[in-house]
């Protein structure tokens, strides 16, 4: 049973491009969260999907950012026209249901350039 | 405002020592406690997962305790080893809604030989 996948593990964008950051949870599990980690700072949430469900998306930034989780394939976190700022570890977790417990992937590198 | 402080933020100690870390929360209503390692470009690991009934678990060298009345947690590394060099993040979770959990900032711990 492989943990929770996620890919690219780095990813370089020029400032203006979109990012798309994918997350497989572990099998059987149905919810998804996506946090941010920004260097020396503590992981931030920013979003919490079931499956075809955005469940909290309080910690999302409105305009750029967007994430789904389709009934099939991976969780995608996608961000449009990046800027630096948008610099950071991306950390995905998973759980079997809500505050059961989470198994973190090992997170996306993003650099913008 | 739901909180979480960590303390000290970085420590340093040698090989064989024991060290305890600090957690204090102001989230409210209480839901659990977790402590998680995060070795450096990884995600973090679960230790204890505490409830507002339990308080003290152990994890092999790591022991977790819980004050819900003063809302203090605290992680005791016993024999401390090379491998222990990590970061220490405490996460409190509110219960109700999304169940959403609060993470510290972490604590760098670094064991020297």
């Known amino acids: 049973n492989a943990g929770v996948m996620q890919n690219p593990r780095h990813l370089v964008r020029r400032r203006g491009q979109e990012a798309r950051l994918r997350c497989s949870p572990m099998k059987g599990h149905s919810h998804v969260y996506w946090y941010r980690q920004l260097p020396e700072e503590g992981l931030k949430f920013m979003v919490y999907l079931q499956k075809e469900n955005i469940i909290d998306e309080s910690g999302m930034p409105k305009e750029r950012f967007s994430a789904e989780f389709p009934k099939e394939g991976p969780s995608i976190l996608r961000i449009q026209q990046v800027v630096r700022g948008d610099s950071a570890a991306y950390f995905c977790?998973?759980?079997?249901?809500?505050?059961?417990?989470?198994?973190f992937g090992s997170g996306t590198r993003l650099t913008v350039v | 405002k739901n909180q979480v402080e960590q303390s000290p933020q970085s420590l340093i100690i040698l090989e064989g020592k024991n060290c305890t870390l600090q957690?204090?929360?102001?989230?409210?209503?209480?839901?659990?406690l977790r402590w998680y390692k995060q070795d450096t470009g990884r995600g973090p690991v679960s230790l204890t997962i505490?409830?507002?009934?339990?308080n003290t678990k152990s994890n092999g060298r790591y022991t977790a305790t819980l004050d819900a009345d003063t809302k203090q947690s605290s992680l005791h590394i016993t024999a401390s080893q090379l491998s222990d060099s990590a970061s220490y993040i405490c996460?409190?979770?509110?219960?109700?809604?999304?169940?959403?959990?609060?993470f510290g900032r972490g604590t760098s711990l670094i064991v020297h030989p």
């Open positions: 996460v409190v979770v509110r219960s109700g809604g999304s169940y959403i959990p609060t």
């Open positions: 957690c204090n929360y102001t989230v409210s209503p209480f839901s659990n």
């Open positions: 505490m409830t507002f009934s339990e």
């Open positions: 977790a998973s759980s079997p249901g809500v505050d059961n417990g989470y198994t």
